[in-house]
């Protein structure tokens, strides 16, 4: 099946500091890649999507200038926090989809944010 | 976005007895899948069931489907140690809706007792 990896697995920072996290597809091309956020006990709430080539797209109140997105090749899409807050302390996990992402998505392992 | 909700939203049963989790959802979907989460890991995709289909069957799990009422079950028989974990259902939004991304729901936390 199709694998995709997220880097790092799980990241300590001082707040103020900057965190990017990769997320790759490592078998196939994806045209699509989704960037979610999972808080503790909680569901995964989508923060963007990404298209190669092209500007993400955010969802309602997901402040882009805070979560840099750039999807620079069909492989690869990363995900900058900027200024990290404890607030943005969290399990941030994306997914990756061969067409229009209404199907099966592949989802990386993960990666936990502690933000001091 | 809207999100589905599940119940229950915690579940407690003892190895080799089923496991019942429910599913419901709001817009018109395309179709609507199952993951399952173990603590602190990424999403494991369980199976995929389409808006024109009730009902599908992967080895130990048994989804159904029912659009008029918006919801979907997950059924797992004959349940392991090894299936404690968190499950979502996420639904795959229609075509008219302009919307691309999976919409989770609340989860299910099951525990199954050796």
């Known amino acids: 099946g199709a694998v995709v990896s997220q880097h790092p697995s799980w990241v300590i920072c001082k707040s103020g500091t900057s965190v990017k996290i990769e997320c790759r597809s490592l078998?196939?091309?994806?045209?699509?890649m989704f960037w979610y956020r999972q808080f503790p006990k909680q569901s995964l709430m989508l923060m963007a999507t990404s298209n190669e080539g092209s500007k993400a797209t955010y969802e309602q109140g997901v402040e882009k200038d805070k979560f840099l997105i750039n999807h620079a090749s069909l492989t690869l899409s990363t995900l900058t926090v900027t200024s990290a807050h404890p607030e943005d302390s969290s399990f941030y996990i994306c997914s990756a989809s061969l067409t229009s992402g209404r199907e099966t998505q592949y989802f990386g392992p993960g990666t936990r944010l502690l933000v001091l | 976005s809207q999100q589905g909700e599940e119940d229950p939203q915690a579940l407690s049963i003892q190895e080799g007895e089923n496991a019942t989790m429910n599913c419901s959802y709001k817009?018109?979907?395309?179709?609507l899948q199952w993951y399952r989460q173990n603590s602190g890991r990424g999403l494991v995709h369980l199976i995929l069931i389409r808006s024109n289909e009730r009902e599908k069957h992967s080895g130990r799990l048994r989804v159904t489907l029912d659009t008029s009422k918006k919801s979907s079950s997950l059924l797992i028989t004959a349940s392991r140690a090894a299936d404690t974990a968190s499950y979502f259902c996420a639904t795959g939004p229609g075509l008219d809706t302009g919307r691309r991304a999976l919409t989770f729901g609340s989860g299910t936390r099951l525990q199954v007792q050796p």
């Open positions: 817009t018109s979907i395309n179709n």
């Open positions: 078998d196939f091309q994806a045209t699509t």
